[in-house]
């Protein structure tokens, strides 16, 4: 089965433009999280959709935005890119049961989307 | 901010286990604690979680102390591949809870 996935791989956008990060979350899984990691720290979580719906947001500003699709795919926008933005954005997603009922735990991490901004 | 304590690096021989610790006084009483890895470049890996209870996969075992505060992980006979950085966290619901990663352990196998 697929894993998680992320497009684009790379991206270099320059300071005030706009950007799209997409994620395919693995089939049957109904959550996706969003994180961002900086060279040499933890990824920090940004957003968290379940069904469609906001279930928690990080301490992230208004120029950060997420939405989920009726199939479960996601979209993670910045708008007015500024040089601190560069980074490693992951998806992660997740389902409560598994297929034999059993509960499920873990959350399934992308490869992720290196963003740098010049 | 992270509700854990790790040493921010570790070498182990090859072969030999590794044992990375993690402090998290501050748990609270329906509070699972989580390990996940990061290999270089790649996104964080699950590798096991536990309540109160120690634990083992095909991966790791999870030692969790009576009072909760601490916990180790072991991977038992670490190889060149385990060389990543390991993160301990706690969190009350991983599947659908937000995940709060400190900075980690690196964890450097050699040969």
């Known amino acids: 089965d697929a894993g998680v996935t992320q497009s684009p791989t790379h991206l270099i956008k320059t300071r005030g433009q706009q950007v799209t990060l997409r994620c395919s979350p693995i089939s049957g899984h109904k959550s996706v999280s969003w994180y961002q990691q900086v060279l040499g720290q933890g990824p920090q979580f940004i957003f968290q959709y379940y069904e469609k719906e906001e279930r928690g947001r990080g301490n992230f500003p208004d120029r950060f935005s997420a939405r989920q699709f009726p199939n479960y795919s996601s979209e993670l926008n910045v708008n007015a890119l500024l040089l601190g933005d560069s980074a490693l954005y992951l998806c992660?997603?997740?389902?409560?049961?598994?297929?034999?009922?059993?509960?499920?735990?873990?959350?399934?991490f992308g490869p992720g989307t290196r963003l740098t901004v010049l | 901010d992270a509700k854990t304590t790790q040493p921010p690096s570790m070498d182990c021989a090859e072969g030999r286990a590794a044992n990375l610790p993690c402090n998290h006084s501050?748990?609270?009483?329906?509070?699972?604690v989580y390990w996940y890895r990061q290999i270089h470049s790649q996104g964080p890996q699950y590798i096991i979680h536990g309540l109160k209870n120690n634990e083992t996969n095909e991966m790791a075992s999870l030692i969790i102390t009576e009072d909760r505060k601490s916990s180790t992980l072991i991977l038992p006979h670490a190889t060149l591949r385990d060389t990543a950085v390991y993160y301990c966290i706690v969190n009350y619901g991983g599947s659908q809870g937000n995940l709060i990663f400190g900075k980690g352990t690196k964890l450097s196998v050699k040969p």
């Open positions: 992660a997603s997740s389902s409560v049961y598994g297929t034999s009922g059993r509960i499920i735990y873990e959350q399934f």
């Open positions: 501050t748990i609270s009483g329906n509070e699972y």
